[in-house]
């Protein structure tokens, strides 16, 4: 299995660098995680340093939609994600609607998926889940299910969005 994904990881390390070896007076971009690491460090002069990057210059493709932001690197429907897609180059930044309890229009990409994109089930929200934590069970998040029209816009504006996962068979929160 090992050796299979250094495979993939090969080629697909290869066919980035062809085009670049064949435009190599072209200017390359860095994506957001560098930037990310950069905004996460101490202040220092190193930091101060490498935040003159942030402003470019960037090129907009002709055609590239960043659909929940920069979903695959960071949380979707965040703001992180969105300004992510933005330096990645995206032209369009586009998010799914839903709404919350009080009518009221949120990017999520679904409308019960709290449980597993956001720290709903760590802070006192979890108590307005369609369908709590049972805690008397030996796998008390096996059918939880919180969604945006369990709570209000300002309750939702409260929660964290962390990257899509989850464990219906976890004893535990952690």
């Known amino acids: 299995?090992?050796?299979?994904?250094?495979?993939?990881?090969?080629?697909v390390f290869s066919a980035l660098l062809s085009p670049l070896a064949s435009h190599a007076?072209?200017?390359?971009?860095?994506?957001?995680?560098?930037?990310?690491?950069?905004?996460?460090?101490a202040k220092s002069t190193l930091?101060?340093?490498?935040?003159?990057?942030?402003?470019?210059?960037?090129?907009?493709?002709?055609?590239?939609?960043?659909h929940r932001g920069a979903a695959m690197q960071f949380p979707e429907h965040t703001e992180q994600s969105y300004k992510a897609a933005a330096k990645m180059g995206a032209g369009?930044?586009?998010?799914?609607?839903?709404?919350?309890k009080d009518k009221e229009l949120v990017c999520r990409h679904s409308q019960c998926d709290l449980h597993t994109t956001t720290n709903i089930l760590d802070t006192p929200l979890a108590e307005k889940c369609s369908v709590k934590p049972d805690y008397s069970s030996d796998t008390p998040f096996a059918n939880v299910k919180c969604c945006t029209s369990d709570i209000t816009v300002a309750e939702f504006?409260?929660?964290?969005?962390?990257?899509?996962a989850g464990n219906s068979k976890a004893k535990t929160l952690a």
């Open 47 to 66: 930091k101060t340093k490498l935040q003159q990057c942030t402003n470019g210059p960037f090129y907009k493709t002709n055609f590239s939609i960043g």
């Open 1 to 11: 299995m090992r050796l299979i994904q250094i495979l993939i990881a090969t080629a």
């Open 92 to 100: 369009i930044v586009e998010c799914d609607v839903t709404f919350t």
């Open 157 to 164: 504006k409260t929660l964290k969005g962390k990257m899509d």
């Open 25 to 41: 007076d072209e200017k390359i971009q860095l994506g957001p995680r560098p930037f990310f690491l950069v905004d996460d460090m």
